[in-house]
Nanobody, 124 residues
Framework: QVQLVESGGKLVQAGGSLRLSCAASGRTFSNYVMGWFRQAPGKERESVAAISWTGGSTYYADSVKGRFTISRDNAKNTVYLQMNNLKPEDTAIYYC?????????????????WGQGTQVTVSP
């Protein structure tokens, strides 16, 4: 499996921006579909965005379309989530995950490798 480490989460005011990073190691990064997921207190983990092996295909949850952008740099074994116009409802722990030869539309249960998460808090 691939090992994942997220970074970039912090406290930000509504309307602000953040960029999360997820560094991967251990396997051929370009063989993995990469996804960002989030879990708010008392809620189930939900898909936020995903990106295919080459970056040519992406998926976004309706709640973040037009505000968040997922990207990857296979040379750096890193996937990013640029979050703009943040809202208080975006507050959650954000997780990076990897699925070998997967699909950008896969549910969280299909992703076999997970990072430890990074906290994003958006104040009103």
């Amino acid at each position: 499996q691939v090992q994942l480490v997220e970074s970039g989460g912090k406290l930000v005011q509504a309307g602000g921006s953040l960029r999360l990073s997820c560094a991967a190691s251990g396997r051929t990064f370009s063989n993995y579909v990469m996804g960002w997921f989030r879990q708010a207190p008392g809620k189930e983990r939900e898909s936020v965005a995903a990106i295919s092996w080459t970056g040519g295909s992406t998926y976004y949850a309706d709640s973040v379309k037009g505000r968040f952008t997922i990207s990857r740099d296979n040379a750096k074994n890193t996937v990013y989530l640029q979050m703009n116009n943040l809202k208080p409802e975006d507050t959650a722990i954000y997780y990076c995950a990897a699925e070998l030869w997967g699909s950008v539309y896969s549910p969280p249960t299909m992703f076999g490798s997970w990072g430890q998460g990074t906290q994003v808090t958006v104040s009103p």
